[in-house]
């Protein structure tokens, strides 16, 4: 199709003159911001002196706020600017009310509710402390891994995007119930690229991915190119097994907490009997993988793909199974291309069974299967105040977390933080 010169003439005109109103509306713009600006900041420069005379009543003598100086020109104020570095004053903001005037609060409960800021903390304070794994708590003795190791391969990825007490407790949990550590590879599919590997982020970032202290924990990080959806990093998976020559792997939910049964795991036996998550885990692998009838097959005549351990909470994958089909669909662009995958895989004639003696989460009900397995894996959605818990210490602190979604858990916090105060107050006088 050829367009003739009389119609690119009409739309250069028309370009031109929807350029020129853009430029008067532009320069109105400016100008009537400019004015807006100037009476906004005459207006904050007398608030900032009613609001510091107040408060000049109610603090002490020794207050360190600093009394905002008059409104000055903007040639004035680029002049400072220009000469040396902007360090604004700390000016103190008393509330305000749903009306836009200001509450008469006594200072000390002022004070008191700006020092309780429900910040990110982490969840392993002896670990924020610690100079390298020597300084790490032991993981309990019932619960190591083989030495040496299995002669399976067993890499477990965990993906990580967001949320990094999270990601660390699932990561303890995994350590503390078996699983060895250097067999756990940490997927970083944040976007940052390489921001958390130069510690460039804050805790309070939720991307924050702390590099140190994983490599503390003696785990593996690996960092996506750019930010994958779940069918790309599922394919990422598959591509990195493919690469260090993982015949299967394991991978698992940054969100989810394993626990091993223990309770009748006694010292005095030398804990005769005890079979670890990790242990149970092996054991399926290596039924998988046997020329003899699996007994978590669900169709002894058809090769395997898959064993999930309460739901895909753990997940074992056979590489092979997954090269055949071609992978996920990454066309796909939500959560649900897993099912898509599976029917595949069953349309190409594998199967995929649950174990039989299936690690299952509190309260589901999966009829007709073996409960007796190796431990419980708790889908989670908060974190453990401190992760200490996890290694099974006596005289240490008692397992508890705080609701972030619940009003009532931050009150309690806020008033635990209120009495906390108190207390460092009255034991400075």
């Known amino acids: ?99 836009n005037e200001q509450e008469d609060i006594p200072w000390q409960e002022f004070q008191k509710q700006q020092a309780y800021n429900p910040m990110i903390k982490d969840n392993f304070p002896l ?41 660390q407790q699932t990561v303890v949990s995994w350590i503390t119930s078996g699983w060895p550590a250097e067999d756990i590879y940490v997927i970083e599919n944040t976007g940052t690229m390489r921001s958390n590997e130069f510690g460039r982020l804050s805790l309070q970032n939720p991307f924050f991915l702390n590099h140190t202290r994983l490599h503390m924990l003696g785990v593996n990080v690996i960092v996506t190119p750019t930010l994958y959806t779940f069918a790309q990093l599922q394919n990422f998976f598959l591509w990195t097994a493919i690469e260090k020559d993982f015949e299967t792997y394991f991978w698992s939910h940054m969100d989810i907490i394993p626990i091993t049964f223990e309770d009748k795991t006694f010292a005095s036996n030398q804990y005769a009997g005890h079979k670890t998550i990790y242990q149970h ?30 739901f895909d909470y753990l997940t074992l994958v056979n590489r092979a199974a997954f090269e055949s089909v071609g992978g996920f ?26 174990p039989r003696h299936l690690m299952t989460t509190v309260g589901d009900d999966f009829a007709g299967l073996d409960r007796e397995g190796s431990g419980f894996i708790y889908d989670v959605a908060n974190s453990i105040d401190d992760l200490i818990v996890l290694y099974r210490k006596k005289k240490t602190v008692e397992a508890s977390f705080t609701d972030q979604n619940r009003p009532e858990d931050l009150e309690a916090a806020r008033k635990l933080h209120e009495e906390q105060l108190e207390m460092e107050q009255q034991a400075k006088l």
């Open 1 to 99: 199709m050829v367009i003739s010169q009389d119609v690119w003439d009409q739309v250069k005109k028309n370009n031109e003159i929807l350029h020129d109103v853009e430029m008067k509306e532009l320069v109105t713009t400016r100008s009537s911001t400019v004015n807006t600006v100037v009476e906004a900041e005459t207006s904050i420069a007398s608030v900032g002196l009613m609001a510091a005379s107040s408060i000049g009543g109610l603090a002490p003598s020794t207050t360190s706020d600093v009394v905002a100086e008059p409104f000055k020109s903007h040639t004035a104020q680029d002049e400072v600017s220009e000469s040396r570095p902007h360090n604004p004053p700390k000016q103190t903001q008393l509330p305000v009310s749903q009306n």
């Open 281 to 310: 885990a092996v054991e399926v692998l290596r039924s998988a993988q046997s020329p003899g009838p699996d007994p978590n097959a669900s169709n002894a005549s058809r090769p395997w793909a898959m064993r999930f351990f309460a």
């Open 329 to 354: 669909d990454t066309t796909i662009p939500f959560y649900h291309t897993d099912c898509d995958m599976y029917d595949r895989l069953i349309m190409a004639g594998y199967e995929m069974n649950e």
């Open 127 to 167: 670990a924020m402390n610690a100079r390298s794994a020597a300084d790490l708590p032991p993981i309990p003795p019932w619960n190591k891994p083989p030495t040496p190791h299995v002669k399976e391969k067993t890499p477990l990825f965990i993906a990580f995007t967001r949320n990094w007490p999270l990601l």
